[in-house]
């Protein structure tokens, strides 16, 4: 494994990525079966801050999760969640009338030995979770546009909607993995979803950038069709993403994984779990959803077409040697070979 890796961060794997496009199409399709499946048969487990309710807290070292429970169910309150945090218990119930709460702040501090003030409370309305929502609808449509008028003027409108695709198959399967998790939703858990657009996004943005610089020399006498180009361009960028997703899921997967279990970071959890799925499934579309779409699209066109044929018809549209990446610019460079053959056949005619 540690040969592959290094040959990896050498540039001498060359991975088809774009010829296994019906792999990636077919892999895409399932998980976002799954998400959908998941969010129509569960939906996405709503915070009080959306749906509205009360919530409790006070401290109890000695009390266990179904006593808690139990103390709570006893006073008629239904949807009980209870959360254990480094402060104490949180528990969250539907909206409860003033004297349901009076009776359920007695019958804690009665359970527990506290007074009835050491039981807070906070009563949020569902009014401020609506707008919250709102709120997070309208950022994620002015961003969408911005992403699509950025992208079109930047490279192409097949770019840009390839972008798109990806961008909305992230949010589906990371809202998918939240509604089979049953993990909370909260505003936190929006911003993680608004952050992980933004580097998905990136990361798209970075392979795009190296297949428009690689297919822009594709010509006439062109030895390489726009998809061997294309995926020439995405080896090239492979290790730099690869990098970035590593270095980025590091501290979110310490976040999740160490923080929520030694610590109970409740909001954290709630964040940690959007990023570090959404880096995951982010680094992955980059790679094999926005890219073979765009290749799909872009072959369609005559221009590409045509040096396809042509590169048939000479038997040249080989896929590079497999173990040696070539350079991008020597590769996609129209008759660099041709022309530094003529020019090696001179110098031993002259001699």
Not at 26 to 45: E, P, T
Not at 56 to 83: D, L, M, N, W, Y
Not at 86 to 98: C, D, F, Q, Y
Not at 342 to 350: F, L, P, Q, S, Y
């Amino acid at each position: 494994m540690s040969g592959i890796a290094r040959r990896l961060y050498r540039g001498e794997v060359n991975v088809d990525f774009v010829g296994r496009r019906k792999l990636w199409y077919g892999l895409s399709a399932l998980l976002l079966a799954i998400s959908i499946v998941g969010l129509i048969v569960n939906g996405l487990n709503l915070g009080v801050e959306f749906k509205g309710g009360s919530v409790f807290s006070f401290k109890a070292p000695t009390a266990t999760i179904e006593q808690v429970r139990g103390t709570f169910e006893e006073t008629g309150a239904h949807q009980v969640i209870v959360q254990e945090t480094k402060n104490g218990w949180r528990v969250t119930t539907e909206s409860l009338p003033a004297e349901g709460v009076t009776k359920t702040q007695k019958a804690v501090a009665g359970d527990y030995g506290l007074r009835q003030n050491d039981v807070t409370v906070q009563v949020i309305g569902g009014s401020w979770g609506g707008q919250v929502a709102n709120k997070a609808v309208i950022g994620l449509i002015v961003f969408m546009l911005a992403i699509i008028l950025y992208l079109t003027v930047a490279f192409e409108w097949k770019m840009a909607l390839s972008a798109i695709v990806a961008l909305f198959h992230d949010l589906v399967i990371t809202a998918g993995v939240y509604a089979w998790s049953g993990f909370e939703v909260t505003p936190a858990t929006l911003l993680g979803f608004l952050t992980i657009l933004g580097y998905s996004l990136y990361d798209a943005v970075v392979v795009f950038d190296m297949i428009k610089e690689v297919t822009a020399k594709l010509g006439t006498t062109s030895k390489m069709t726009y998809t061997e180009a294309a995926n020439n361009a995405l080896n090239h960028t492979l290790i730099r993403s690869l990098n970035t997703t590593l270095v980025a899921i590091l501290p979110v997967a310490a976040i999740l994984f160490i923080g929520t279990t030694l610590f109970g970071a409740g909001t954290l959890k709630d964040l940690s779990l959007a990023l570090f799925v959404g880096m995951i499934v982010g680094t992955y579309s980059s790679l094999c959803v926005a890219t073979p779409l765009l290749v799909t699209l872009k072959e369609r066109e005559p221009r590409y077409q045509a040096i396809a044929r042509r590169v048939a018809s000479r038997g040249a549209g080989t896929a590079p040697v497999k173990g040696a990446r070539q350079p991008v610019a020597a590769a996609a460079a129209n008759g660099s070979g041709s022309a530094g053959s003529v020019a090696d056949g001179d110098k031993r005619k002259k001699k």
